[in-house]
């Protein structure tokens, strides 16, 4: 019997993704805002996985993904992040090194909930982190535009 | 701590592949031969887990993918799917519907170890069994043109 944490801890291995998204937001102070997620893309003919992360983690939604015929489960808030996937990889964590792409992943959001995003010191080390992280990924914004 | 089985049985349902591919063989009796084997691939800069599952088999080869820029574990050996592989996801079982083509895909494995792909009624059943499989993918030959 499959232990279903150690499972999903794979699966995401494969078709997770730790992201940390960047915008400008006239309603942020700092005029710029960092949006965390995890998510796990598939093919509409297996939801079924889909549907164990979200009963596993008990939050997050599915979506259709535009850009393709996926779908998307996907987790952006901060609390369900610190609470839910976080401690989940840290209890059953990565075996590739998609895990330095967490161990950011994490000090980031735990920067957000101490709320060191809205002092610029704080949101440019977030943004020193996150361009560290899943570097293949394009970005609507340079590091240099973000950094204040 | 991630258990290391269930943890390659989520990425397996993610990146696994469970083929039975066909071609023309002269050195076969029926003129044509059918070969399964089970594969994962990954880009080389997260080659670790490929070497994991090599680890924890104890078989197979991993090898550059000619079609793109990924690497593939790989294992083609009938012996080493029916003492290794089947064994290992039958004990771990997939949690999505790729199951039903892990059930076929252990089917045919374990009709050619009973050298029953030998005759025509059993090469026909393979066929079958194995058009049923991965119905989205590329196929060289069609269904007809495998048949006895």
Do not use: W
Not at 29 to 54: T, W, Y
Not at 98 to 127: P, W
């Amino acid at each position: 019997m499959a232990d279903v944490n150690s499972y999903l801890s794979g699966y995401a291995d494969g078709e997770g993704c730790f992201c940390v998204s960047f915008s400008k937001s006239q309603r942020h102070n700092l005029g710029r805002e960092a949006r965390p997620s995890f998510s796990v893309s598939q093919n509409s003919d297996r939801m079924e996985i889909l549907e164990l992360f979200k009963k596993q983690f008990g939050c997050g939604y599915i979506r259709p993904d535009r850009s393709d015929k996926t779908f998307k489960y996907e987790i952006r808030s901060i609390q369900h992040l610190i609470k839910k996937v976080i401690p989940h990889f840290e209890a059953y964590p990565l075996l590739s090194s998609k895990k330095a792409d967490f161990k950011k992943f994490a000090e980031i959001c735990r920067m957000i909930s101490r709320k060191e995003h809205l002092k610029s010191r704080g949101f440019n080390k977030i943004v020193d982190l996150a361009f560290e992280m899943n570097v293949s990924g394009k970005r609507k914004y340079s590091k240099s535009e973000m950094k204040i």
